[in-house]
């Protein structure tokens, strides 16, 4: 079952702008990760937040959480062409189940 | 520090036969995942161990699919008798327990089934 979705489906922006991924998020949760994962690669850890956190930055990526809508959203700022990849989120600690990801594109 | 290694990375076989996929996990990390991701989808969890013991194995497809990790460090994922369906990348990932539940992934073997 799909306990974390993420919206949409799939974005496109040119390097330099700005863009937000959004999770909506069915059960309560301990907390939400956010991964990414590249062609070829395994997903990799962008941001973990926690329930009672609201807000965490890493870097040019800032997560938000909003228990009361069951929401999460990861906003990247000055994308580059590295940036493109599948975002997921993940509820949770240690077992992690996934959605079928956000497939961003960043182009020149 | 190495990451998790995964082997082979391709495989390609023929419906009804077997393969096996072999996972190193990240020194000291208790705790292993396999995961299946069909094309176009998430990672879907598969199995899960603490050391060397089954967590939970209930997301097995059948009774086609089996994992070990008999000394609590490596684990093998076998499939016999493949179909087109299992046709999917396999994912391995490792946790510490104790710390706060990022699971580090390998690059995956990507199987096709003809």
């Known amino acids: 079952s799909q306990l974390a979705e993420e919206n949409p489906w799939a974005l496109s922006v040119h390097e330099g702008e700005s863009v937000t991924v959004n999770c909506s998020y069915k059960?309560?949760?301990?907390?939400l990760q956010w991964y990414r994962q590249k062609s070829g690669e395994g997903p990799a850890q962008l941001i973990l937040?926690?329930?009672?956190?609201r807000e965490k930055r890493n870097g040019r990526l800032r997560a938000t959480l909003d228990t009361s809508s069951q929401s999460s959203s990861l906003s990247i700022t000055a994308t580059r062409c590295e940036d493109t990849a599948v975002y997921f989120c993940?509820?949770?600690?240690?077992?992690?189940?996934f959605g079928s990801g956000t497939k961003l594109t960043v182009e020149p | 520090e190495a990451g998790v290694t995964q082997s082979p990375r391709y495989a390609v076989l023929q419906e009804g036969q077997a393969v096996s996929f072999w996972c190193d996990p990240i020194?000291?990390?208790?705790?292993l995942y396999w995961y299946q991701q069909p094309r176009d989808q998430g990672p879907q969890l598969l199995v899960y161990?603490?050391?060397?013991?089954?967590?939970?194995n209930s997301q097995l497809p059948s009774d086609r699919f089996s994992a070990v990790r008999p000394k609590g460090t490596n684990s093998t994922l076998k499939i016999q008798s493949a179909k087109q369906g299992d046709t999917a990348t396999y994912l391995c990932?490792?946790?510490?327990?104790?710390?706060?539940?990022?699971?580090?992934f390998g690059e995956g073997s990507k199987l096709t089934v003809l």
């Open positions: 990932a490792s946790s510490l327990t104790a710390n706060t539940g990022q699971l580090y």
């Open positions: 059960t309560s949760i301990t907390a």
């Open positions: 161990f603490r050391d060397e013991a089954v967590i939970d």
């Open positions: 993940a509820r949770n600690y240690n077992v992690l189940y």
């Open positions: 937040i926690r329930s009672n956190e």
């Open positions: 020194s000291g990390h208790d705790t």
